[in-house]
């Protein structure tokens, strides 16, 4: 008999190296959570810029508008593209905005998605978005859908590597499915010779410019900094 599936599932993605990633997608509950906590973020911010323009009248009330529309539907959008993928109410509960491929979000995707944020509320109470959400295992709403993202929690599986002494090296600037394919090689490499080693480093040389077992020694140095060794 099989295993039923967890709420919050784990998603494997392989890449075009050959390394799967472990993308562990975020469900409903954790979600809404978030959602609430940015919605009071927004009413809060709305509500203390409707008291500044008090005193412009109808004027200020024109400008509270704009602000209500642009908060709206840009909030998240901007939140997702720019700050790691997560709006504060998504840091907080641990979660970030991806495509389905686990890379970054940009403009396009972070728009569809907010956009369609009207769709999935019909008829009401996020209706047809929750429909959606249950309907496929990786809680896809009707907007992430149409983008190609989805919800994940931000936590990359790292905390069981087990690695070798030696330095630790803070690596470039790294989306969370690159931080995750340099762990996932570190971890595979263990089981491998040298040479298996250096020829799967060479895989990865845009990430450390080096060849051989000097680009696998630089990949387990990231590895220990990701790993939390900032010594």
Same mark, same amino acid.
């Given at each position: 008999?099989?295993?039923?599936?967890?709420?919050?599932? +784990?998603?494997?993605? %392989?890449?075009?190296?050959?390394?799967?990633?472990?993308? &562990?997608? *975020?469900?409903? +509950?954790?979600?809404?959570?978030?959602?609430?906590?940015?919605?009071?973020?927004?009413?809060?911010?709305?509500?203390?810029?409707?008291?500044?323009?008090? @005193?412009?009248?109808?004027?200020?009330?024109?400008?509270?508008?704009?602000?209500?529309?642009?908060?709206?539907?840009? #909030?998240?959008?901007?939140?997702?593209? #720019? /700050?790691?993928?997560? @709006?504060?109410?998504?840091? /907080?509960?641990?979660?970030?905005? +991806?495509?389905?491929?686990? @890379?970054?979000?940009?403009?396009?995707?972070?728009?569809?998605?907010?956009?369609?944020? /009207?769709?999935?509320?019909?008829?009401?109470?996020?209706?047809?978005?929750? +429909? *959606?959400?249950?309907?496929?295992?990786? =809680?896809? &709403?009707?907007?992430?859908?149409?983008?190609?993202?989805?919800?994940?929690?931000?936590?990359?599986?790292?905390?069981?590597? @087990?690695?070798?002494?030696?330095?630790?090296?803070?690596?470039?600037?790294?989306?969370?499915? %690159?931080?995750?394919?340099?762990?996932?090689?570190? $971890?595979?490499?263990?089981?491998?010779?040298?040479?298996?080693?250096?020829?799967?480093? %060479?895989?990865?040389?845009? =990430?450390?410019?080096?060849?051989?077992?000097?680009?696998? $020694?630089?990949?387990?140095? #990231?590895?220990?900094?990701? *790993?939390?060794?900032?010594?």
């Amino acid at each position: 008999m099989p295993e039923p599936a967890l709420l919050d599932t +784990v998603r494997q993605i %392989e890449t075009p190296e050959g390394i799967t990633l472990s993308l &562990r997608a *975020a469900g409903p +509950v954790a979600r809404a959570l978030a959602w609430s906590i940015d919605l009071l973020i927004q009413c809060m911010a709305l509500l203390a810029l409707l008291i500044a323009l008090a @005193t412009l009248s109808q004027g200020g009330f024109g400008v509270w508008l704009i602000a209500l529309f642009l908060t709206e539907w840009l #909030y998240p959008a901007l939140f997702e593209v #720019y /700050a790691g993928g997560a @709006t504060p109410g998504k840091k /907080a509960l641990g979660l970030m905005v +991806v495509h389905a491929n686990g @890379t970054p979000v940009g403009w396009s995707a972070a728009l569809i998605r907010n956009l369609l944020r /009207a769709a999935d509320f019909l008829p009401v109470l996020y209706g047809f978005g929750m +429909v *959606a959400m249950f309907s496929n295992r990786d =809680f896809q &709403r009707l907007g992430d859908l149409a983008a190609g993202t989805l919800v994940i929690y931000r936590d990359p599986p790292i905390l069981a590597l @087990t690695l070798l002494p030696g330095p630790a090296l803070p690596p470039p600037s790294l989306s969370l499915a %690159e931080q995750q394919l340099i762990i996932d090689f570190v $971890e595979r490499s263990t089981i491998l010779n040298p040479a298996r080693q250096a020829e799967l480093a %060479e895989l990865l040389t845009g =990430f450390t410019r080096l060849t051989g077992m000097a680009g696998v $020694e630089r990949l387990q140095a #990231y590895a220990r900094w990701l *790993a939390g060794d900032h010594s």
